[in-house]
């Protein structure tokens, strides 16, 4: 007889999936244990593995396509066999949108378990689940609800042992915990009747169950499955580990809450050294709060703390920064070029204008004055992008980012081309210090046609900037570093600087980008030419 295999729910969270890829062919034989097909979740990509034998008759979800939980996956039968029933519009990948999911699955679970007819309305029939690809029958450790108790969506109910691990059973229906089918300590065989929710008050005596098999009892042949896969009503959340506890050296379970045991994970806590306070010892968030290693403990303590943040509410300026800059970052085809500069002769230079009275320059202003020459020789740098057209500025207007306390501003020094060192490091002192007291306008941080940022005088060696749109370049400077270096074939004592210059590949072509930098270099490196 044929067997439906519908897309499993695979994660805690899991609504839908999407097929990575299929193992297996249409005609293949497949035996109970091979991997079909991988499967995406939200979380992972999982192989999934077969649980029945037989020839692979149809594939309901093709590579790369994504379905729904419980949607048409896979067909296995005999081979030859007629399985043109099974391929009705009740069973194709709509039927999860046309019946809803838990009726879906009161009809999937019920009819194996218990006397249908005898269902009340408003009850839903829990069964043990298949936790593992090999599990055919599971063991309850410990109930976290007792009969009488109110049921929420995504209640623990249950831990229950598999054959690989005990994991966490959750409930996906909220009301009234009316029966329980499974004792503590008992096993029963998958599907078996385990647990019975709903209204307060509902006489449920009429539901039996049918499969529940003793402990220590011969697991009775598991009957061919009904042409639609079943899924339990409930589903597994998080693996619990079992641990030997530190006080006996017999094997003792260590019930934790999820919570728990996460907050002991971060803060390196053996759960093995909590006492719990919860009901029949298990351990809760506040034991872990409230934990003191003891003295014996330490040796396997580690340090803990508590996790906060500060929430700042962001300013106007930190709000069009960040939108400005991903606008530029997402639109704009950024590409880097980096050079070194042999900044000996600056450094000489600056040190000669200095000595002049009332004359003080800084590397940054020698730095804004080669940019602007350069500029003027390669004008393409010195553009903007527009969808219809490339706009080339005949005047050169150069931003010097100035950090601040809410973000970073760029000041315009206008037609920089034209001005001294002095004059560009009066302008840059003065539009700094406007924009750290927040006293610059709109107008003077306006029209840019290229930026510099220099991070050097924070010891930051090399570092690439985000375009300033509209413009076409960033300059990016770092720090001048002493190190050995090669000079006229000795070895020798040399200052450097590393400067990084981040293009728009729209209007400015990799080329076009290396041509301005040698000119760049050309005036620092030779500062005697940027007063020619």
Known sequence: MATIITMPRLSDTMEEGTVASWLKSVG??????DILAEIETDKATMEFE?????????????????????????IIGEKGEDISMHLSP???????????????????????????????EGVEVITMPRLS??????????????????????????????????????????????????????????????????????????????????????PAPVSAPAPVKETPIAAPITQVV????????????????PLAKKMATDKGISLQLVKGSGENGRIVKSDIENYQPSASGMAQYTPVGVESFEEIKNSQMRKTIA????????????YYLTIELDMDNAMASRAAINSAPDVKISYNDM?????????????????????????????????????????????????????SFSQIGVHVKELAAKARNKKITPQEMDGSTFTVSNLGMFGIKEFTSIINAPNSAILSVGAIIQKPVVKNGALAVGNTMTV????????????????????LRNYIENPVTMFV
């Not at 034998?53 to 996956?73: Q, R």
């Open 90 to 120: 009740s069973t194709s990948q709509t039927a999860p949108d046309s019946v809803s999911q838990e009726d879906t699955q009161q009809t999937k679970e019920v009819a194996p378990t218990t006397e249908a007819a005898a269902i009340p």
């Open 28 to 33: 293949d034989t497949v035996g109970e244990g």
């Open 50 to 74: 077969s649980f029945h034998e037989g020839t692979l008759l149809y594939i309901g979800i093709a590579e790369g396509e994504t379905a729904n939980v419980d949607a048409l996956l896979a």
């Open 323 to 334: 939108k400005r800059l991903g606008e530029s970052k997402f639109s704009a085809p950024h």
């Open 367 to 419: 730095i804004v004055k080669a940019c602007a020459m350069a500029l003027r020789k390669h004008p393409q740098v010195n553009s903007q992008w527009t969808d219809g057209l490339m706009r080339i500025a005949k005047h050169i207007h150069v931003g010097v980012a100035v950090a601040v306390d809410d973000g970073l501003l760029v000041p315009v020094l206008k037609f920089a081309d034209q001005m």
């Open 242 to 257: 079992t641990e030997v506890a530190a006080t006996n050296s017999s094997s003792q379970r260590i019930f934790a809450s």
């Open 133 to 218: 690809d090999t599990m055919e029958e599971g063991t309850v450790a410990t109930w976290l609800k007792k009969e009488g108790d109110s049921i929420q969506e995504g209640d623990i109910l249950a831990e229950i042992e598999t054959d690989k691990a005990t994991m966490e059973f959750e409930s996906f229906y909220t009301g009234t915990l009316l029966k329980i089918g499974i004792q503590e300590g008992e096993t029963a065989l998958v599907d078996a009747l385990l647990a019975i929710v709903g209204p307060a008050g509902t006489d449920v005596s009429g539901i039996s169950q049918t499969t529940k098999a003793a402990p220590d009892a011969t």
């Open 500 to 519: 990084t210059l981040a293009c728009d590949h729209r209007t400015v072509d990799g080329a076009t980008g290396a041509k301005f930098l040698q000119t």
